[in-house]
């Protein structure tokens, strides 16, 4: 399936959402409220199969993530139900790494993954050593 995937630069992204495609966010709620591109709709990966009637099938859909693994998944599951699809290469981290702009407090920022996060915080649980 990964021959399927359609991988689209910042620039790209950028001039297909200004032509009409959706932007979709598949990252976690925790990331999502920390910081997302403008215009975003924020549709969970886990909850994509539930949820997929909420993207028009007659408009191109850009997924992102924090760095490519979720939005990967995501478009390929609805490229095989015919949706014409794409991700957005290297995801939020790279859009922010770039300069451009991100929504939410304090003028948005790029969360840790939900495993970073768990892992973060597992360790400020246990006692110096």
Wanted: net charge negative; proline share 5%.
């Amino acid at each position: 399936m990964s021959d399927e995937i359609r991988e689209v630069s910042r620039e790209e992204a950028q001039k297909m959402v200004a032509e009409g495609a959706q932007l979709v966010d598949v990252r976690a709620d925790h990331e999502w409220e920390m910081g997302r591109i403008e215009g975003a709709t924020h549709l969970p990966l886990a909850e994509l199969n539930e949820r997929v009637g909420e993207i028009d099938k007659d408009r191109p859909v850009v997924f992102y993530c924090r760095g490519g693994n979720r939005s990967t998944m995501a478009t390929e599951a609805l490229a095989a139900e015919g949706f014409e699809t794409a991700k957005l290469s290297e995801g939020i981290v790279g859009w922010a790494e770039a300069g451009l702009p991100l929504e939410g407090p304090d003028g948005g920022q790029v969360a840790e993954s939900g495993e970073a996060q768990a892992i973060l915080h597992a360790a400020k649980r246990l006692p110096p050593s």
